[in-house]
């Protein structure tokens, strides 16, 4: 069976769990080693199941724990060429953590296939990345990401588990205390996902069998988790969609482990 179990999800810091018989992988460690440890531990997972750790990008809320855990628990990690580059250029990376570029055709790992596709976000090279398990199951992340362009969709249609950005509100982000660069920057093709973006991809991935939904990386200033339920709800809803019949849905807690999900 296929585990899967948010660590941390937003701003200050994201790091997720997904798991088998034969061991885990996370995707980003964007929290401090210590915390990673103690969240893995909280969650039931054993710390030296973790094979290798997966990078989606060089912003600080997905690697500022990665250095310190992957030196000390010899852990791999894989990530894009320019995130690569990125980490090495602006010293968050050491020459005894054992490091690898994944491409388009994956790398198998704890008996599970990974591969990336792109994200837009104003970094070096983003990615997501979609997990096939030893069981046949498909689990997609997709964070960061200003738009769902159509290499995205691709990736996620047909996955029995997505994590998809449900960033911010619209009208807390614009009317909130942000100075305006921030906001054009939050907004803009290459920023973060909104509530009614990642709603409105909803459906099609439910119709293409999708069965359980996990809203991430929330905005702690500008959403709330019951605004981004609400608005994902609703859409689904309109679609003519049941909730606990054709799909699950939940939202990736912020500073703390999620409730385990088992596939």
Known sequence: MARFCTLFSGSSGNCTYI??????????AG????QIRLALETAGIPLDSIKAIF??????????????FAAREKTAVYCSA????????????????????????????AGMLITPFYTAHDCRQSNGYVIKTADGRRIAVATDLGHVGGEVRGALRGCDLVMLESNHDVGMLRNGGYPYHLKRRIMSSTGHLSNEACAAELPEL????????????????????????QESRYTLQQ??????IDYIIRVAPRTSPD?????
């Not at 929290?31 to 210590?34: C, I």
């Not at 409730?259 to 596939?263: E, W």
């Open 19 to 28: 798991g088998g018989a034969a061991g885990g992988i996370l995707i980003d």
């Open 31 to 34: 929290s401090n080693a210590k």
């Open 55 to 68: 990078v989606t990008h060089e912003h600080t809320d997905h690697i500022s724990g990665l250095r310190v």
């Open 82 to 109: 320019g995130t690569l580059s990125a980490l090495e250029d602006s010293n968050a990376w050491t020459g005894n953590v054992n490091a690898g570029v994944i491409d388009y055709g994956g790398i198998e790992t």
């Open 206 to 229: 439910v119709r293409s069998g999708t069965t359980r939904i996990v809203l991430a990386h929330l905005s702690r200033e500008n959403n709330h988790p019951d605004l981004a339920l």
């Open 239 to 244: 679609s003519g969609m049941t909730e606990d």
């Open 259 to 263: 409730k385990m999900m088992v596939l």
